[in-house]
């Protein structure tokens, strides 16, 4: 039979329209969240990272959401773009354990329709 | 150039053998680790260094080991591959004052046969 997780979960969005992708942590510890895009063939990117001590961060047509009181993280990205199809990953890190020292979500995948 | 190299880029061994998975950085970075991704289970992390003399076991450390030969090299090897360490394995590295965000290399993909 099949393995639990081995579908990653999808999002399809039209060109142009924005996208929001989501994440659950489970830590309550973690104090630090890092969004990483990997496309196909390639090994993660670092796309955003945002401390507990914010509940929302910008950077370039991409906003990371922070709700720490339901442990939830979100990835919101601005007129979606061809080129923004890949697997995304949240990533977790607590304070007091190693520096530096991650752990990884299962992904989404992004594709993107001309 | 690539700031972080793999070598092999793929591999396939027999049931056995030993392995090795070597990673290089130029970004003069003293963190460096290993990294299994297994389809649907995001990365799983294997050892990471912190500096020269510094190993850690991660996860998933059973079954593997690794060596820190110098700052920009960081070994992994796989003393008696098994199939179910059929995955891609990826090398990252991270600047201690730049927390989490880690520059990856692009994978080995490594079947045990």
Known sequence: GESVGLHLPTL???EGDNSII?????????DYFI??????????????????????????????????????????????????????????????GSQGNL???????????? | DADVTQTPRNRITKTGKRIML??????GH?????????????????????DVKDINK??????????????????LSLESAIPNQTALYFCATSDARLRGEQYFGPGTRLTVT
């Open chain 2, 58 to 75: 991660g996860e998933i450390s059973d079954g593997y080991s690794v060596s820190r030969q110098a700052q920009a090299k960081f070994s």
């Open chain 2, 22 to 27: 070597e990673c290089s950085q130029t970004k």
């Open chain 2, 30 to 50: 003293d963190r460096m680790y290993w990294y299994r991704q297994d389809p649907g289970l995001g990365l799983r992390l294997i050892y990471y260094s912190f």
């Open chain 1, 12 to 14: 399809s969005v039209q």
């Open chain 1, 35 to 96: 969004w990483y895009k990997q496309e196909s063939g390639k090994g993660p990117q670092f796309i955003i990272d945002i401390r507990s001590n914010m509940d929302k961060r910008q950077g370039q047509r991409v906003t990371v959401l922070l709700n720490k009181t339901v442990k939830h993280l979100s990835l919101q990205i601005a007129a979606t773009q061809p080129g923004d199809s890949a697997v995304y990953f949240c990533a977790e890190n607590a304070h007091g």
């Open chain 1, 22 to 30: 989501n994440c659950a942590y489970s830590n309550s510890a973690s």
């Open chain 1, 103 to 114: 752990i990884f979500g299962k992904g989404t995948k992004l594709s993107v329709k001309p």
